[in-house]
């Protein structure tokens, strides 16, 4: 159960990190970019003289009959540099996105990870975060157009930026001040009755939950974390069992209880139209996929909430789960036969719905397989 404090701690990391890499991003992206130029057109390197004295000796004599290596050294400076300007103008422009360069980058190959066992990962680190000082990161060579290659320098030179110290440091205050941890399915851990065997594990799953949600420390790879004031929040069906079956001290510990009520037509309508990965949505786009453009009248939409209102006070209330069954049979057949109708446009009407499952729903037997 600790691992959802670890993982609370974790996401409150990226987003600090996010927030942080968000403020430098500008000066980030030109440092990328001149990180990006010094790829594709590099310096020339002064060549050093050798230390022996003996050679010293002869490159001094022979001097005055050789060409003179700085003015060389000067020229290809300054025809670089011209090179390097227009490399600039042509990157702004966009002109490169597909130029193919190489670059170093980070090793992610988890080399480490397959000797980790349960014990590192209830203690909150890994085998790779102990070793990792005496084990340096591994770079290998590869071949990226531009485009992700820049992201790429972005994302280095804006962590260069940022002092992931502090990110941690607040990180942990705010997870500790302002986290939230849902608890969801908490009922399938309730029973009254310990006749043994599976009652006596779900009480020890609630004993495990209750130090965490009264409030304790816990150990994370990032340091100490404290529960006290971390909102948990858990949710349960109750079907079988009953708040009032979860131990005496796990109830105490969710003073503030809420029962919600069964869906209605109305909030049918609004999970199949107004969410933005809404079904209807969906289903409309993946037969888009195949050139059929359907369209759902307000009528169909009105009698497939019906039906399904219908069927979860008939039957199982499972509440909007069973609208995926229902959509799915309703474009069965057009789905089935999409690859062959070609482009054209299809109207869902409510007759439409009705004539795909009135047999279904009348016929008791298979109406309880619309889950």
């Known amino acids: 159960m600790e691992t959802m404090v670890r993982d609370l701690v974790e996401t409150s990391i990226r987003i ?12 980030a992206n030109v440092m990328a970019e001149n990180r990006l130029v010094d790829i594709l057109a590099p310096l020339p390197q002064k060549e050093k003289s050798g230390t022996n004295p003996l050679s010293m000796f002869f ?14 050294y000067n020229k290809r400076m300054q025809e670089q540099q011209a090179a390097r300007v227009r490399l600039r103008e042509e990157l702004a422009a966009g002109i490169l996105e597909d130029k193919i360069v190489e670059m170093e980058v980070d090793d992610r190959t988890p080399v480490l990870d397959m000797f980790s066992g349960s014990g590192m990962e209830d203690m909150g680190v890994s085998l790779q975060d102990l070793m990792g000082n005496i084990f340096p990161k591994k770079k290998k060579q590869r071949r990226l157009p531009v485009s992700k290659a820049r992201k790429i320098l972005q994302q280095e030179e804006a962590q260069k930026l940022i002092d992931m110290d502090e990110v941690i440091s607040e990180a942990i205050s705010r997870a500790e001040q302002s986290g939230i941890i849902f608890l969801d399915e908490i009922d399938k851990v309730a029973g009254k009755d310990y006749r043994g065997g599976p009652d006596i594990s779900r009480e020890g799953v609630q ?32 079907h079988v069992a009953k708040p009032s079956d979860l131990i005496p001290e796990l109830q105490g510990r969710f003073p503030i209880r809420v029962e919600l009520q069964s869906l209605t037509e109305d909030d049918f309508k609004q999970i199949l139209t107004e969410p933005a990965n809404a079904l209807i949505k969906q289903y409309t786009a993946l037969l888009k996929t195949e050139g059929i453009s359907v369209i759902f009248s307000d009528d169909a939409i009105s009698e497939i909430a019906a039906m399904s209102c219908a069927l979860n006070e008939e039957m199982e209330n499972i509440g909007a789960r069973r609208l995926h069954t229902i959509l799915e049979k309703i474009l069965e057949d057009l789905s089935f036969s999409a690859p062959e ?23 008791r037997d298979l109406s309880r397989y619309i889950l």
Do not use: C, W
């Open 16 to 27: 600090i990190q996010a927030e942080k890499m968000s403020v430098v991003q500008e000066k």
């Open 341 to 363: 109708l070609g482009e054209q446009q299809v109207t869902i009407t409510a007759q439409y719905v009705q004539d795909r499952l009135n047999k279904i729903v009348k016929n």
């Open 207 to 238: 004993r495990d939950i209750l130090p965490i949600v009264e409030g304790s420390t816990i150990m994370t790879k990032y340091g100490p974390v404290k529960t006290d004031y971390i909102l948990f929040i858990a949710a349960g069906a109750f």
């Open 59 to 72: 490159s001094s004599t022979a001097h005055q009959n050789e060409p003179d290596d700085d003015s060389e």
